[in-house]
């Protein structure tokens, strides 16, 4: 009943950018930490930012001034701002969000998945 929808992805060149979102649907008290992770082809998957609920942000060193996590917490959705596009961030990006159900339940969620590629 919970799930993610990810948009915003495709083809750029290089120095290009692209924004992706990822939008919570279904039956949940709140949303915690949001995350971004990525798998590049034949690569394990990544943790690129996480944003808290408060808006406290990390991020991984490859992407730091680079890239920006966001969210709106009234449409319930995460943003990645990616500038200054490199070929290495070729990869498939996951949104994740740690939802609270109900009081005294916590899970983990994971949207499909949408493909960037960096390439000229």
Do not use: H
């Not at 990810?6 to 924004?19: A, I, K, M």
């Not at 996480?50 to 490859?62: H, K, L, R």
């Not at 730091?64 to 959705?77: M, P």
């Not at 490199?86 to 899970?107: F, Q, S």
Request: charged share 15%; proline share 3%.
């Amino acid at each position: 009943q919970v799930q993610l929808v990810e948009s915003g992805g495709g083809l750029v060149q290089p120095g290009g950018s692209l924004r992706l979102s990822c939008a919570a649907s279904g039956i949940f008290f709140s949303i915690n930490t949001m995350a971004w992770y990525r798998q590049p082809p034949g690569k394990q998957r990544e943790l690129v930012a996480t944003i808290t609920s408060g808006g406290s942000t990390n991020y991984a060193d490859s992407v730091k001034g680079r890239f920006t996590i966001s969210r709106d917490n009234a449409k319930n959705t995460v943003y990645l701002q990616m500038n200054s596009l490199k070929p290495e961030d070729t990869a498939v990006y996951y949104c994740n969000a740690d939802l609270t159900i109900r009081i005294g339940l916590d899970r983990r969620y994971w949207g499909q998945g949408t493909q960037v590629t960096v390439s000229s």
